[in-house]
């Protein structure tokens, strides 16, 4: 997975005052398989519609976007979230509200409905293992919530304070170039088909609160989406997976479990190869934008005498469309 490096340049970055123009505007690519970093922006401050739409044409290219260097609350980062399109409240945030959970617990939801708090710590705000939502441990490739009929179109996260020893690093993978080199008999093996996507654990495995675990694929609860999606925007077709947990989990639909497993074990082994990512290594006052429809992420175990405290959004996005 590569990693970008932005020590270099720092010399010609433009002054505050002549940020947020097409001119100053620099768009990045990371090199790997997908990313791009975003400089002469500052977030806190009026972004031009112009500006806005080069904004969403880099996000078509590149699926993830890099802002380093942002200090922001979380109307401005909701206000930045809103260029991409409007806000998707959390889905997981509905299991916490379900059965009771206070809205200003430190470690599972904001104030704000639009944005959730993805951190390491407890009630008290000391860095744990494990808390009622992803804690420290290490979170699977996965796209956001795609255990709802609606999945959101992106997500965009704000790093405040960060691990000083490191993890916590999140990759992102291709999951359009995935698609168009997977071989053919895979092609054919999921053509016209569709997957029920586990709805019962997050994705560090933690089973959600008021929600039973499946004993077999009939009490999976959660939406049916194609194996292969289209993306509204650019009309490229990508995998499209959601999460693996272990059977019984999601699973193809139509499928004896034996065969629907092994072909889901393909497609995940040729999905997450190392080729089709990019790792991002996060420091303090940075926004990272990515598109759920076309690529999935990952986060490295963090450690769990270390606080780490993020800001998240989601945006709204369309119905899964098949290409079948």
Known sequence: ?????????????????RLNTLDTLDVIPTGAALGAEIRGLDLSRPVPEDVKEALRKAWADHMVLLFRGQH???????????????????????????????????????????????????EHGNPVRENSGLGSLEVVWHSDNSYVEVPPAGSMLYSLEVPVNGGGDT?????????????????????????????????????????????????????KHPLVRVHPVT??????????????SNY??????????????????????????????????????WDNRCCMHYRTEIDPTQRRIMHRTTIKGEPVVAPW
């Open 252 to 289: 193809i639909i139509g499928l004896p479990n034996d065969e629907s497993e092994a072909l889901l074990d393909k497609l995940w082994a040729h999905a997450t190869q190392p080729k089709y990512a990019w790792t991002h290594i996060w420091r303090v006052g940075e926004i990272v934008l």
């Open 171 to 223: 990759s992102f993978n291709n999951q359009y170039l995935a698609y168009e080199e997977l071989p053919e008999e895979i092609k054919r093996a999921i053509e016209g088909k569709y997957q029920v996507h586990d709805a019962t654990r997050n994705s560090a495995g933690v089973l959600r609160p008021g929600v039973k675990l499946p004993t077999r694929p009939e009490e999976v609860p959660g939406p």
């Open 1 to 17: 997975m590569k990693t970008l490096n932005t020590d270099t340049a720092a010399a010609r970055a433009p002054s505050r005052e």
């Open 72 to 122: 922001i609350d979380d109307e401005q980062l909701l206000a930045t979230s809103r260029i991409f399109g409007p806000p998707h409240e959390a889905a997981a945030r509905k299991y916490y509200l379900d059965v009771g959970a206070k809205i200003d617990n430190a470690h599972t939801l904001s104030r704000h409905p639009s944005v959730s708090i993805i951190a390491n710590v407890d």
């Open 235 to 248: 009309g490229r077709r990508a995998l499209y997976l959601g999460r693996r947990r272990v059977w019984p």
